[in-house]
């Protein structure tokens, strides 16, 4: 069983930063394409940024030049700096692991809560 465990949310003023961990516990970790989600109250959960085996990026238009995810192999952990935040980024963050090919799913983290104020 894959586990995922987000560090790092919390209270922060508009302007402000944060950054988000997210450990794997997988041998395989390098393999994987991992995805930050967020999901705000009322609203569908959508992908923020994600990156591939390969650092291959890519991010929603609403974070692009704000948001930087990167991974760390050595450690199992992928990271989300997030930077001039704004009080619409507030929402519940959750760290995913994409499912392999000949996996019946991906797995997906507690979700940690960021939340800016105006």
């Known amino acids: 069983q894959v586990q995922l465990v987000e560090s790092g949310g919390g209270l922060v003023q508009a302007g402000g930063s944060l950054r988000l961990s997210c450990a794997a516990s997988?041998?395989?970790?390098?393999?994987?394409?991992m995805g930050w989600y967020r999901q705000a109250p009322g609203k569908q959960r959508e992908l923020v940024a994600d990156?591939?085996?390969?650092?291959?990026?890519s991010y929603a238009d609403t974070v692009k030049g704000r948001f930087v995810i990167s991974r760390d192999n050595a450690k199992n952990t992928v990271y989300l700096q997030m930077n001039s935040l704004k009080p619409e980024d507030t929402a519940v963050y959750y760290c995913?692991?994409?499912?392999?090919?000949?996996w019946g799913q991906g797995y997906w983290g507690q979700g940690t809560q960021v939340t800016v104020s105006s």
């Open positions: 995913n692991l994409k499912a392999l090919p000949g």
């Open positions: 997988i041998s395989i970790f390098s393999i994987t394409t």
């Open positions: 990156i591939t085996s390969r650092s291959s990026t």
